[in-house]
């Protein structure tokens, strides 16, 4: 990993000294190395940091991703009502003259960014968010935290306390369809990316990384359980650790979906089997 990352890094500088790179063509790399440069922050950027940055940015936000991605196609699975209109709203705003997804698609899609917070509400991939450490003492509710102590937040059960969830316990994507709740880290009950300095630097990117691969999923493919297991029986269990995956795989059946177009907006619906 670090011969992969140093060669990245390499590659850019050489970018950098072949003439620079344009303002609106700067990646995530380049912008790390401009500040290197410029000498914009308190500490030394060395090397190392850089390649420490890049590596926790595509952790914080690949390996989450994937776990939630699972749990959301295992639970719409489970609620084949969730399913068909999470598909319905994917199908109607792609529809089928496109061959790609657009920001402006995903910003249409109100559902799916519910489903998206609700998957981050029931099956948060890391309950326990990193530790903080108190910066002064304090007293909360009759218990003096010195400063200094270092605390655990337990979102997991923050996320179904039913003091601030209706419904807590039930998979319900609705509740965050005009809600003002987000998960920024401005709303204390819904902090799955954690907030303030400590918050995850993968968001966007496993935010922009989830809404595609699953709107591609559901636009691309019908979905089933296969060999006819029935949604009450499909196996809920968790692994151990402190990111909390599905502990068997999910096995699901994809079945292509296709549009075609037959003689202005009249649609035909062809499904292809699998053989």
């Known amino acids: 990993m670090d011969d992969f990352l140093e060669a990245v890094v390499e590659e850019h500088e050489n970018k950098m000294m072949s003439g620079g790179v344009e303002d609106d063509q700067k990646d995530f790399v380049d912008v790390l190395l ?16 850089i390649k420490a940055i890049i590596l926790n940015m595509f952790g914080a936000g690949t390996d989450t991703t994937y776990t939630a991605l699972e749990w959301t196609m295992t639970e719409i699975l489970r609620h084949p009502k969730i399913l068909e209109k999470l598909q319905n709203e994917v199908r109607r705003i792609v529809g089928d003259n496109k061959s790609d997804i657009t920001d402006d698609d995903l910003g249409k899609m109100h559902y799916l960014k519910a489903v ?22 304090v007293k909360i509710k009759g218990y003096d935290i010195p400063e200094g102590t270092q605390v655990h937040i337990n979102y997991g059960m923050i996320a179904k306390d039913p003091v601030l969830w209706d419904r807590a316990e039930e998979y319900w994507p609705e509740r ?19 907030g303030g300095r400590r918050g995850c630097p993968g968001m966007e990117f496993a935010m922009r990384v989830y809404e595609l691969t699953l709107t591609n999923l559901l636009n691309e493919f019908d979905w089933s359980l296969p060999c006819g297991e029935r949604e009450e029986n499909l196996d809920m ?19 292509p979906y296709i549009f075609s177009q037959n003689r202005g907006e009249n649609r035909i619906l062809v499904r292809q089997r699998p053989e």
């Open 116 to 137: 998206f917070k609700e998957t981050l509400r029931f099956h948060p991939p890391v309950p326990l968010l990193l530790p903080r450490q108190s910066t002064q003492a």
């Open 176 to 194: 965050f369809l005009n809600s003002s709740v987000n998960f920024l880290g401005n709303s204390a009950q819904f902090i799955p990316f954690g």
């Open 237 to 255: 269990s968790v692994s151990t650790g402190s990111a909390i995956h599905k502990k068997s795989p999910l096995i699901a059946l994809a079945t």
């Open 34 to 49: 401009w500040i290197q440069k410029e000498n914009m922050i308190d500490f030394p950027m060395e090397r190392a940091t």
